[in-house]
């Protein structure tokens, strides 16, 4: 019998002890959010949705980007493949931070001229998908021979930590170095900081987040418990900054970086800032305004993007990190660094060479069959009465079913609802059973989940007439195991794939 769990604000008041059968309004059903490009830390999706707003708003903002030139005297270049290729760094920038701000997010100390996330981004050709993969900031790497950024000092090739690259080189090393080792040619280098990313957090309102389990890092000041959370652009910085939340340190980082990525994208699109143009120009002029980038990235390659990938969903993207073969490699003279596996990074970047999808269906898996939703408690420990809330005739017994199918204790048992009306979906619950709840929620995805004072272990879901389907969940973390770790853009946002 799972524990009770801390209980976390519900999307409801507490109800008497039976839900009311009714419910709001469905949710318009069908809409599913425009996704863009997976950019730095994720905020300049902003930018590449631009095709909704239109070329009239475009116009001037990318003349506050700031130019840089990282293809600069390159040779012995990789060839070029199909699809266009980014690398996205964010960089410290703690210097253009306020005092208050540094104390209040504990971005105390010496700003590093270094990069804190590098990201490659793969759109494909076809413009039907998108593939970031996360590149440890701490991975061994050796730099190029190149003149020193600061001192003008010549160097010959050396071993260093991957961030460091950018330390001595600025975005030209960085850019070679990292085609170096993945032998994957870069098109466009787009370059955001701290200020840049607090700043367009809070011009979009905050990013919502869902956390499992309680997050604290007393080097960065975060302190999440189990629950939604609206993050601020402080907030934000501190939630992908934390290398101290578990023992995972910088690899646990990309991966709470990739999920605040997938969730930021959905309130960009879903969230109407791309529908706007009021909006859309406030939150890119305050994107741009610390924005660094290669000359030939403008107003008409964002446009191209924005309209080629209008009709993109959560599950066109797809996230992964660069396998690792030893985590605490030594390096005498850096220290420990993160050595990648070799034959597993280089299966992984040649699929991005190759235009394919990094994570194809696995064998005895049905090319349509969705892939399992991350949760924190096994469907397997939820019991789940279910009851149908509508007129449709045996509408009880399919929910039922198909959450029994997907591993939920269901009672077999269905029965009708108080009330044949409702149109949405909904899960009542205990609030002790707070987990268990969001579990049944990421399998259904769209319910409303009402917290029901003293209702017991077993969870109730009044099926509403906008059921669709079940998602299919697993109680693992979906980093963990398999030849390259890739998940979807809807296995990471709040509520799952739809």
């Not at 001192?151 to 070679?176: I, Q």
Request: glycine share 10%.
């Amino acid at each position: 019998m799972p524990q009770p769990h801390r209980p976390v604000r519900s999307a409801s008041p507490a109800r008497p002890r039976r839900a009311r059968a009714g419910g709001s309004p469905a949710r318009r059903r069908g809409e599913r959010p425009r996704w863009g490009v997976r950019l730095a830390t994720g905020l300049s999706v902003v930018v590449l949705g631009s095709g909704a707003v239109g070329h009239a708003v475009m116009t001037g903002l990318d003349t506050g980007i700031e130019r840089v030139d990282p293809f600069k005297d390159m040779k012995n270049r990789p060839q070029a493949g199909h699809g266009v290729n980014f690398l996205l760094v964010g960089t410290d920038g703690r210097d253009k931070i306020t005092p208050e701000e540094k104390r209040e997010y504990r971005l105390g100390g010496a700003p590093c001229r270094c990069t804190d996330t590098i990201m490659l981004v793969h759109l494909s050709a076809d413009k039907e998908r998108a593939s970031v993969v996360s590149l440890p900031r701490d991975s061994y790497a050796e730099v190029p021979a190149h003149q020193d950024l600061v001192t003008g000092k010549a160097h010959k090739a050396h071993p260093v930590k991957l961030n460091a690259a950018y330390a001595e080189g600025g975005p030209n090393l960085t850019v070679r170095t990292v085609e170096n080792m993945t032998r994957v040619k870069i098109d466009h280098y787009l370059e955001v900081d701290f200020t840049s990313f607090m700043k367009t957090v809070d011009a979009m309102g905050g990013v919502e987040i869902c956390t499992a389990k309680t997050m604290r890092d007393s080097y960065t000041g975060l302190d999440l418990l189990p629950g939604t959370h609206r993050l601020t652009g402080g907030q934000a910085l501190q939630y992908v900054r934390s290398r101290h939340v578990d023992g995972a340190s910088d690899l646990g980082r990309m991966q709470r970086q990739q999920r605040f990525i997938a969730a930021l994208i959905k309130q960009a699109t879903g969230g109407g800032v791309l529908l706007n143009p009021v909006k859309f120009k406030e939150v890119s002029s305050t994107l741009l305004g610390s924005v660094r980038a290669d000359k030939d990235f403008g107003s008409e390659q964002m446009l191209a993007l924005g309209q080629a990938m209008r009709d993109f969903t959560p599950s066109s993207s797809e996230f992964a990190s660069v396998p690792v073969g030893d985590a605490s490699y030594p390096v005498k003279g850096i220290g420990s660094t993160v050595k990648w596996d070799e034959p597993k990074a280089a299966k992984l970047f040649e699929s991005l060479r190759h235009d394919r999808p990094l994570a194809p269906v696995r064998p005895g898996r049905p090319a349509n069959r969705p892939a399992a939703v991350p949760v924190d408690v096994p469907p397997q420990q939820i019991r789940v009465q279910v009851e149908n809330g509508t007129r449709i005739d045996g509408l009880g017994g399919r929910v039922d079913e198909a959450l029994r199918a997907t591993g939920f204790d269901t009672t077999r048992a269905p029965g009708n609802g108080a009330s044949r009306e409702v149109r949405r979906t909904v899960i009542a619950y205990d609030p002790r059973w707070d987990r268990s709840a969001r579990t049944v929620s990421a399998a259904l995805p769209g319910s409303e989940l009402r917290a029901v004072a003293k209702q017991g272990r077993t969870v109730l879901v009044i099926a509403g007439a906008d059921y669709k389907k079940v998602v299919p969940v697993r109680a693992e973390d979906p980093y963990q195991g398999g030849e390259t770790t890739v998940v979807t853009g809807d296995q990471v946002v709040c509520g799952g794939g739809s």
